[in-house]
């Protein structure tokens, strides 16, 4: 099993940056990919960044302003973060993170990212 913790979203005006935070614990070495979606109200979810190894997988409306990264810490939790730049308001949404292992798919509890004047 693998519980995943975000943090870092809110309200913010456009050409704002906010920093995603995601903590995985649990049995994270079985983990290998993690990653962001995000889903608007009416829309249905979708992949924002993934990273797997040294793979990363970007939609093509992020490109250029957000960044994923992640990083496995000594404490038995393994991070992973969404560097968001320049945001707009077709951004907002509820942002989960995910994390995949072999016949299991992991969601954390969503954080609303808000992008407005």
């Known amino acids: 099993q693998v519980q995943l913790v975000e943090s870092g979203g809110g309200l913010v005006q456009p050409g704002g940056s906010l920093r995603l935070s995601c903590a995985a614990s649990?049995?994270?070495?079985?983990?290998?990919?993690m990653g962001w979606y995000r889903q608007a109200p009416g829309k249905q979810r979708e992949l924002v960044a993934s990273?797997?190894?040294?793979?990363?997988?970007?939609?093509d409306s992020v490109k250029g302003r957000f960044t994923i990264s992640n990083i496995s810490r000594d404490n038995g939790k393994k991070m992973v973060y969404l560097q968001m730049n320049r945001l707009k308001p077709e951004d907002t949404a509820v942002y989960y993170c995910?994390?995949?292992?072999?016949?299991?798919?992991?969601w954390g509890q969503g954080t609303q990212v808000t992008v407005s004047s």
């Open positions: 995910n994390a995949k292992e072999l016949g299991a798919d992991y």
């Open positions: 990273i797997s190894g040294g793979t990363i997988n970007s939609a």
């Open positions: 649990g049995s994270i070495f079985s983990i290998y990919a």
